[in-house]
Nanobody, 121 residues
Framework: QVQLVESGGGLVQAGGSLRLSCAASGRTFSNYAMGWFRQAPGKERDFVAAISRSGGTTTYGDLVKGRFTISRDNAKNTVSLQMNSLKPEDTAVYYC??????????????WGQGTQVTVSS
């Protein structure tokens, strides 16, 4: 089992920045690729970003490319999402997830409880 706890959400004005963190515990963190997803009210869950087990490969959803940066610290068992140039449409609950490979994160059983991000216009 992998337990994931997100933090860092909040209210920010458009154009501002937030940094989300996800702390992992349980099994060996470096054995898992990590990802961020988000879900706005009434909408489906969207892929935001993912990072490979070593951190050497990252991938982003089209809507956040160039504005968000995912990173990980395997020594501290954390993955972070730096969000810059935030837009009102970025408002959502953000979830951290873990999977054996980047491609398997979305169907993984390992998810955090989510953290709310609200961007005001």
């Amino acid at each position: 089992q992998v337990q994931l706890v997100e933090s860092g959400g909040g209210l920010v004005q458009a154009g501002g920045s937030l940094r989300l963190s996800c702390a992992a515990s349980g099994r060996t963190f470096s054995n898992y690729a990590m990802g961020w997803f988000r879900q706005a009210p009434g909408k489906e869950r969207d892929f935001v970003a993912a990072i490979s087990r070593s951190g050497g490969t990252t991938t982003y959803g089209d809507l956040v490319k160039g504005r968000f940066t995912i990173s990980r610290d395997n020594a501290k068992n954390t993955v972070s999402l730096q969000m810059n140039s935030l837009k009102p449409e970025d408002t959502a609950v953000y979830y951290c997830a873990a999977g054996r490979f980047i491609a398997s994160i979305g169907s993984s059983d390992y998810w955090g409880q989510g953290t709310q991000v609200t961007v005001s216009s």
